[in-house]
Structure formats: structure tokens, C-alpha cells
């Protein structure tokens, strides 16, 4: 089975298929995917890491990483959140009721 971003391609709109299809065999990968494996890439390294200094380098890469991780999560929270403020108007009732 062809997968698109971890999805079957069955599931994926048939005119989107051949822009999948590319981006793929191209090796792009989301942002939320690279920066997952560059996170698995710093703890592999801290944890092969000899030295006080190589550790905190090591380290201090992870940490930034992870920093970068948890602003993309928020803003993801954040946008969902606008959107059913949108929706459903400031104080929780949809507009039209």
C-alpha cells in the first residue's frame, strides 16, 4: 500500500495524489516530521556524547529543539482555538442561535 505522510493514498483526494506522489519520491517531509527526527538525532548524540563539553553542546542542541517542538504545538492549539472562537463566537454559543 502507498502511503502519503503516514496515510493511505486510497484516502487522499485523487487529483492530489500525483503532488504526493512527488513531494515524496522529491524526499520532502512535513516540518513537524523533520523536526521530530532532528530531536531523535540530539538524544542519539547526548546520549554518545564523551566530555563535559560535547555533552553540553549535545545537550543544549535538545533543548532548543524541544523548545522549537512545544512553540509549533502551541501555535497549532492557538489556531485551533481562533478558529472555534470563530465559529462559535466569543462566548461559546454558535452565532447563529
Not at 505522510?5 to 506522489?21: C, D, H, M, Q
Not at 512527488?22 to 530531536?39: F, H, M, S, T
Not at 556524547?49 to 501555535?75: F, I, M, N, P, Q
Amino acid at each position: 500500500m502507498l502511503l502519503c505522510f503516514n496515510r493511505p493514498l486510497s484516502i487522499v483526494a485523487p487529483e492530489l495524489r500525483a503532488a504526493y506522489r512527488l513531494l515524496k519520491n522529491a524526499g520532502y517531509v512535513p516540518p513537524a516530521v523533520q523536526l521530530r527526527r532532528e530531536i531523535a538525532d540530539a538524544e542519539m548524540l547526548l546520549s554518545e556524547a564523551r566530555g563535559v563539553e560535547a555533552r553540553g553542546a549535545a545537550s543544549k542542541r535538545l533543548r532548543y529543539l524541544l523548545t522549537r517542538l512545544a512553540a509549533a504545538d502551541l501555535r497549532l492549539q492557538q489556531d485551533y482555538y481562533d478558529k472555534l472562537v470563530e465559529r462559535l463566537g466569543p462566548g461559546g454559543v454558535h452565532p447563529q442561535d
